[in-house]
């Protein structure tokens, strides 16, 4: 998944880098077919066809699906807030698989929650400024006696006095949809000091009832724009990994339920889909779903992909179990973000006893690096500035994980592998944790300046096939074996992918010296934990020593 970015520990991917992706990408990408159109298209209220106005694709709902749309709004007398709820009470029907028929009822679609749209700059709703008007039913149709030039006048008038209606209307829409979805989506805060201030000024408002803060909202947010979602799929290690185990695995997919954790941009789901997968339900709380429900009308799979907006831990499926669970969970140093326990309590929830769980194995690795150059420039830079000593700069860069993709000449010992996470087993408290490392340096070194951290992922095909992943067992080479499988590895010998690693930096006392050989030993005990203060975060310690030595070191990193 893409982590939640800290800026203040990432480095760009260089202009070189980026390039090479971009071809990866475009050799990677022929599966998929991508729709260019870029007009606004008007999407069917009740499939999936695509009309170049609102009043041909009526006509289409009234001759294809016998739902005459502006007889419903005709028959309820709806304002443009009444249709703006109906179209988005129809479309969230139809988009549970639900039937829409024209005895729809004004308390049906009162709820406020239809004003916000189901779909993003839906063209219908922009376009419901150009349907013709309603006739009142108290008024009698036009009088057949007027003349024409009055009549023409008149009618001048009412579309002058009409725009300036609509117009004052939509302002209005904006403004509720704005403050309906603040309310539901914990910006209470907000909402009851505007209630509190209408109460002391005597307007005796209702206070809204106080919604429980949701302290991941920064989280969700964070994956509500497209940078991050672009990031991880031109992140082509990753996405073709998933990719090739759906499509080579097809087998595995025909007719089976599967549920995508995080659906993001709907990409896994709409992979599951075109694998043959007999339906799909993609949950995600963040705002990427509304793209999510576009992306898939537009690839004609929304008969076979439901998306649910919500947690994971919140929402109610279909369903009540799925064969296959799906999900790009993963973060910096694999557990930051912590969204493993949402898989894992679906897992718990949905998943069929003998259910395939997709990737199925992690493994996460450690190993010494020794780059004086990396140092000099990020932390001796600061002795000599112009000629000032600013070592006040270098206050806390000891203290946050970094996350770079290191050259792989760098590694100065044998990578250990320190932590094995079967997904089929492993439980939220073994989240936390502390595990021994050790590692023999592999070229003589001047100073050892760190560790790296790195994940492997293992997708297997069958649940016994799932076992025969290792603490040690190297990406590439479990693969290899069998072609079913697929496994990438996030480490500085391959390419890069957005999860880069994480850097701990050593920080030694002046004049200490940490040179050592080839062949010499260095080991200790690696610790995992989120921060009391904020779950998603992570604090990784480490202590060590030189086999031989009695003198240790112990250090503390976070990543918030
Ligand atoms: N599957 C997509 C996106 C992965 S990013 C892809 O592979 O490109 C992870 C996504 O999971 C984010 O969009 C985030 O909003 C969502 N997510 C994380 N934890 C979740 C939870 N508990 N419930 C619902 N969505 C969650």
Redesign the pocket.
Known sequence: ??PLKPERVTEPISDSESSDSREEDDEGWDDVEQDEEETQQVISLLDDKVFPDVMSMLEHCKDKHGFDFLAVRQKLQLDFHGCVKLVNYIRSRVHDGQTVSENISTSEIESDQYLKPVLDDDAVIIGLFDLPDIVPESTPAQTQDATAVDDLLKRNTELQEELQRITAQFERYRATVSETLDQRWGDVEAAEAEASAAKAAGKGKEIAPKKPEDASKYY?ES?AGNDI?ET??KDTVR?EG?RDFIYNNKHIFAGKTVL??????G??SMFCAKAGAARVIS????D?IDKARENVITAGLSSTITLIK????EVTLPVDQVDIIVS??MGYCLLYEA?LP?VLYARDRYLKPDGLLVPSTCNMWIAPVADGEYVMDNVHFWRDVYGFDMKAMQSGIWDEVRVLHWPKATVCGQPAGFKLLDLYTIKTEDLTFSSHWRSELTQDVDAVDGLLIWFDNFFSPTREDNKSVGLQSVADDWAKENQDRVAFTTGPFNTETHWRQGFLMFKYKEGESSAFKKGDVIEGDVTFAPPEDMPRGLIIKTSWSAAGQDKKHAQSWDMR
């Not at 919500?310 to 831990?313: A, D, L, T, V």
């Open positions: 998944m893409a969700w994956y979602h991880m799929l996405t998933y995508d954790i995080g659906c993001g941009t990409i896994l949950v995600d709380a963040s990427i919500g947690k994971m831990e790009e969970w969204m949402s």
